[in-house]
């Protein structure tokens, strides 16, 4: 019999964890009583955090929301060995759910294929079908600025997380960089990709501000790394047998690069070197996600809305921010694939996979780390969102729901809401605490192709085959 059962009187010799597994303190000797308010105070005075962080607390992948021995006795887990309690630390701002369509903005007269807000949440811009890049005013939620500069579709576009450029890319393989300010093009197109761009992503803030290095991937089977003051190609990284279908750039200058040759390889940046190979997908590996992408993305600005004075107060935000996001542990690469499965890696410290997470019965269309390393969400053809573990690469929980394919996903800044974009014409918020669906979003006449939700919390940006651009507030 488990030493639960033996009644109430029996304290429950435990251990703290960070979601890492190290050790905090010693073992503790906590009454059945003891719950995550009682926790909290333990955790808090062990650490001697100067302010009070919230923490949530996990026995075996459940949240702990009741006394240990009722939530004990609740899922058959047993102490006759010492118990192991994660801590995981929580956001001390609260983003609420988006509930409503605030605005439904026409203006694309193709279909839109992605939206992005910039780093500070001042500011929208889409790309279409119809080769148009537009800039939005989140305030008066109308257009700023339309720019026909492309030929082609505009496939992809990414802000510096200084705020200072915006960079598409098409399908003829041309990049045009922008100035947000004034919203046009800061010179010709820049030419050199063959065919065209799948992804694009700058340095991050913290290695360099202001902003001037970007890389760019494409179909054509390269990488290239790209000065935006120069305006023009510094590194070409070749080496890929097909195409390039991801890149993301890490906090520690490594750059990473996922393609339909089953591989994902790491890149040094100065002279453009294959640092390492990682193998281990039967098919075309389709994303990568970064544990630290949410504070690269967003450089030295969070919910704040705090303002700079210089570029070197920007570098060290940025670099206080990558710091607390990434801790003592390295940072972890999670790869997709058309072989259904995804790959769980620690790229600084080996070329081995950590964890295979397998579940998905079709393609892994988009993964995407929480804002604070903890979780990774996968959206997949077989109509499904699934929620794993960080750290270890174990599943979590499948949220249903969606009747077609799961294109795109995007984490609120607390890392407590997920929200999905789907074929079936909707989307949908997930609450991480319970692992249910907290509010379904109908509204767009056809396929959802891309969305995206502001790094300020407040707002979420849709757009898709009906032409239409949608702005949400909670």
């Known amino acids: ?24 303190g010693t073992t503790f000797d906590l009454p059945q009583d003891a719950g995550p308010k009682e926790l909290h105070a333990l955790v808090n005075a062990v650490l001697q955090n100067e302010e009070t962080i919230p923490y949530a607390f996990y026995v075996e992948d459940r949240e702990l929301l009741e006394p240990l021995g009722s939530h004990l006795l609740k899922h058959k887990v047993s102490v006759e060995q010492v118990l192991r309690i994660v801590c995981q630390p929580q956001a001390v701002f609260r983003i609420r759910p988006v509930t409503r369509c605030s605005a439904t903005i026409s203006g694309h007269t193709e279909a839109i294929l992605s939206v992005a807000f910039s780093p500070d949440s001042k500011q929208l811009a ?40 915006l960079v598409t890319g098409s399908k003829d393989g041309e990049i045009i960089l922008w100035d947000p300010s004034s919203c046009k093009p800061v010179g010709p197109a820049l030419k050199g990709h063959k065919k065209w761009i799948t992804a694009l992503v700058w340095e991050p803030a913290h290695l360099e501000t202001p902003c001037r290095r970007f890389a ?56 453009g070197k294959l640092v390492r190979e990682l193998k281990g997908h039967g098919h075309w590996v389709n994303t990568l996600a970064l544990s630290t992408e949410y504070v690269l993305r967003t450089g030295p600005f969070d919910h704040t809305e705090k303002t700079f004075k210089s570029a070197e107060e920007m570098k060290q935000a940025a670099l206080a921010r990558y710091k607390a996001a990434k801790r003592d542990s390295p940072e972890r690469l999670v790869s997709g694939s058309d072989d259904f499965t ?5 790229p600084a410290v080996g070329k081995h996979a950590k964890a295979r997470m397998t579940g998905h019965q079709q393609l892994v269309n988009h993964v995407y780390f929480s804002p604070d390393g ?36 995007s984490w609120s800044a607390d890392s407590r809401l997920l929200l999905s974009g789907s074929k079936d014409s909707t989307m ?11 509010e379904d979003l109908p509204g767009h006449a056809d396929e959802v192709f891309t969305v995206d939700w502001s790094p300020d919390g407040r707002k ?9 651009l949608k702005l949400w507030m909670s």
């Open 1 to 24: 019999m488990d030493a639960i059962m033996e009644g109430p009187k029996n304290n429950i010799i435990s251990v703290l964890t960070d979601p890492e597994g190290r050790t905090l």
């Open 216 to 271: 760019s991937s494409s179909k054509d089977g390269d990488v290239r790394i790209w000065d935006a003051v120069l305006r023009k190609t510094v590194t070409i990284l070749t080496g890929h047998t097909l195409a390039v279908t991801c890149v993301k750039w890490g906090g520690d200058g490594l750059i990473y690069s996922s393609s339909q040759d089953c591989t994902i390889k790491v890149w040094e940046t100065s002279q």
């Open 428 to 438: 949908k918020i997930w609450e991480i605490r319970t692992l249910k669906l907290k």
């Open 342 to 346: 995804m790959i769980l890696w620690e």
């Open 126 to 165: 889409s790309g279409s079908g119809d080769t148009s890049v537009r800039f939005w005013d989140i305030n008066t939620q109308t257009p700023l600025q339309t720019e026909v500069v492309h030929k082609n579709w505009v496939l992809c576009l990414a802000w510096s997380p200084d705020g200072k450029y």
């Open 460 to 468: 979420v940006a849709s757009g898709g085959k009906d032409r239409q």
């Open 374 to 409: 903890r979780w990774v969400a996968s959206g997949s053809f077989d109509k499904s969102v699934k929620l794993w573990d960080g750290f270890t690469g174990n599943f979590i929980a499948t949220f249903r729901g969606h009747v077609g394919p799961v294109y795109q996903i």
